[in-house]
């Protein structure tokens, strides 16, 4: 009951402590989820819950702690401790220097989501703070893995499992498959009821294993040795061409003409024979009729003796 009440509780009506003074978050954290605290108890990690949600100096003293929580200043004091001892928090002072120059020591509570060790406090205490080492990242192969029981329900696969079947997913990748061609060789046609997933997937995995691809010939151009001229291989016999060789090299077709060349010419004879067509149309007479030429004018006929 205490520990549902705790989880209603909201921090952000939890009082805060002197400027300076109060939680204080460490560096390198990871990020929030809902398992952060499961390895606790259930009272102290509903609290380690209630700590981290608190914004930075926030008052988490066992006296202001009580009055906010629903436990007592003796459950709370062994509740802290306990979360001191799984690495989440370190209580202890630090100098500090105020603004006219002068240095005191001020009570700190230090806190980490993320549990560590004696050895990372002992480095966080002389400012070494350690360096967190990359998260392992899934590979493409586990990826498709893990969500392979979104397509295929029966076929949902635990982490155990997606580590130990990436690399026969990563084969099929190497040989020029996709994420399409393996989901369709895992999911079609499966068997009711799947009874071993990780079984099912790993012999289709291995019976349904693609051809390597086959090898793409190698592209290359041979240049002659003297002139660095490419061509193909018949053409240089000894490694050099005929114009090194000092053979006579065939005659080569004349370049094509320009566009604009060609425009040119095709418009000069587009003209040229508009001009024709004119000059072969009769010209007409007023009466809108077409006059003969001269040269197609009849003579009048001489009268007929009688």
């Not at 205490?2 to 952000?12: D, I, N, V, Y």
């Not at 499992?161 to 190497?174: G, R, Y």
């Amino acid at each position: 009951m205490a520990e549902s009440q705790l989880s209603a509780a909201l921090p952000s009506a939890h009082p805060m402590a002197a400027p300076g003074y109060g939680k204080r978050s460490t560096p390198g954290q990871l990020r929030a989820t809902a398992h952060d605290f499961a390895h606790l108890p259930p009272r102290e990690a509903a609290i380690a819950a209630y700590l981290d949600r608190l914004p930075d100096g926030a008052d988490i003293s066992v006296k202001t702690l009580a009055k906010q929580l629903p436990y007592g200043q003796c459950a709370l004091s062994t509740a802290l401790n306990r979360l001191q001892r799984a690495g989440h928090l370190r209580r202890g002072r630090e100098c500090v220097t105020a603004d006219d120059g002068s240095s005191r020591w001020i009570t700190r509570s230090w806190w980490s989501r993320t549990a560590r060790d004696d050895g990372w406090w002992a480095a966080f205490t002389r400012g070494d703070v350690p360096k967190e080492p990359p998260r392992p990242t899934r590979s493409r192969a586990q990826i498709l893995l893990a969500a392979l029981g979104r397509t295929a329900p029966v076929l949902s696969l635990s982490q155990a499992d997606c580590a130990a079947l990436a690399p026969l997913v990563t084969q099929w990748f190497e040989r020029g498959a996709s994420e399409d061609d393996v989901l369709h060789a895992l999911t079609a046609g499966l068997p009711t009821p799947v009874h071993h997933p990780a079984a099912l997937v790993r012999t289709r995995l291995t019976g349904k294993l693609p051809p390597p691809p086959a090898p793409r010939p190698p592209l290359r151009v041979l240049e002659c040795a003297n002139c660095g001229a490419p061509g193909r291989p018949e053409t240089l016999p000894g490694g050099r061409c005929s114009a090194c060789r000092g053979e006579n090299t065939p005659a080569r077709p004349p370049a094509p003409l320009p566009a604009p060349s060609v425009h040119d010419h095709a418009a000069r004879i587009r003209a040229a024979m508009d001009q024709r067509r004119q000059e072969r149309i009769p010209p007409t007479g007023d009466n809108g009729r077409h006059e003969p030429r001269p040269a197609d004018r009849t003579r009048p006929c001489p009268p007929a003796s009688r």
